[in-house]
């Protein structure tokens, strides 16, 4: 008589005594194999318990077993080349890291003729004439936004790379020069008289000063020294510089330019083409295309 179960009985226990697994048993079992997999050893013990197991009347083929070891063999490389290559990827990264970092404070090449201002700082670029010889060059910053020209400068002859300093002065007609301070050539003026023009002047050119020390001092309150060059510093933001020379056919040229920037923080990647420099206030550049600058 068939066996009747009490409705009291549990489900699991019911599919074991039908031989059946639940679904509580097949994922216990699937999570203890899950992570398991087959190396070398047990590829060489399936190899050994094949030949253990075969027909004696029927053997393996000799062929097909050499097969099998050199494909164990090529495996056994892989690996150890996979491990190998882990290593030099690893040992790539730090190297890289550790390059990159030690550009941090320092200048490196822009690929642009575009550089950044702060206000105070000097902004420079890299200006190449590679190997031959411009003359008559002339250098012009604009500004990047508006296009106009804040600053122009000028040289006769040109060879190979310099470095430019800008201080962001506005001089749009030109380098500013300090004012003459008298007694050069052209001055027709003594000595007697410059004297004169700093206390009170007695009216000849030999005369005397007659005035004080403390009426020297209360004159000269509220003066600025006329040989000190008065500068207008233009406002930060973005600046170009374009520089044309002639050549030796007399052709007019123009020279290749580059913004020197100040790397402040790098970004890790995994190459050297991941790994970012942020150049102040330019934005960032990969490392695999910066260029240390050597001042």
Do not use: H
Request: with cysteine; proline share 3%; aromatic share 6%.
């Amino acid at each position: 008589m068939p066996s009747v179960y009490s409705t009291t009985s549990s489900s699991s226990s019911i599919y074991e005594d039908l031989g059946l697994n639940t679904t509580e048993s097949v994922k216990d079992a699937a999570s203890q194999v899950k992570d398991q997999t087959l190396t070398q050893e047990d590829f060489l013990m399936l190899l050994t318990t094949q030949l253990q197991a075969q027909d004696p009347t029927n053997p393996a083929d000799n062929t097909e077993l050499v097969s099998q070891m050199s494909q164990l063999s090529m495996v056994e490389s892989l690996n150890s080349i996979n491990t190998s290559m882990d290593g030099i990827i690893e040992q790539v990264k730090s190297s890289s890291a550790l390059n990159a970092t030690s550009l941090i404070g320092t200048y490196v090449y822009t690929d642009s003729n575009k550089g950044f201002f702060d206000g105070s700082n000097t902004l420079s670029w890299a200006i190449d004439a590679g190997d031959e010889t411009y003359y008559d060059l002339e250098l012009t910053i604009k500004d990047a936004s508006s296009g106009e020209v804040v600053y122009r400068d000028s040289a006769d002859a040109l060879t190979s790379e310099i470095k430019f300093a800008w201080p962001g002065i506005y001089s749009p007609d030109g380098p500013v020069e300090t004012p003459s301070t008298g007694g050069g050539e052209g001055d027709t003026s003594t000595g007697d008289e410059v004297a004169a023009a700093d206390g009170t002047d007695t009216g000849t050119d030999t005369g005397t000063d007659t005035g004080t020390g403390d009426e020297v001092a209360d004159g000269d309150e509220g003066t600025t020294d006329p040989d000190t060059p008065q500068y207008q510093l233009c406002a930060a933001g973005k600046y170009v510089l374009e520089v044309t020379g002639k050549n030796a056919a007399g052709e007019t040229i123009r020279l290749p330019v580059k913004s020197l920037g100040l790397v402040t923080s790098v970004t890790l990647g995994n190459t050297t083409s991941d790994t970012m420099l942020s150049i102040y206030g330019a934005g960032e550049i990969s490392f695999e295309d910066a260029k240390k600058v050597t001042i």
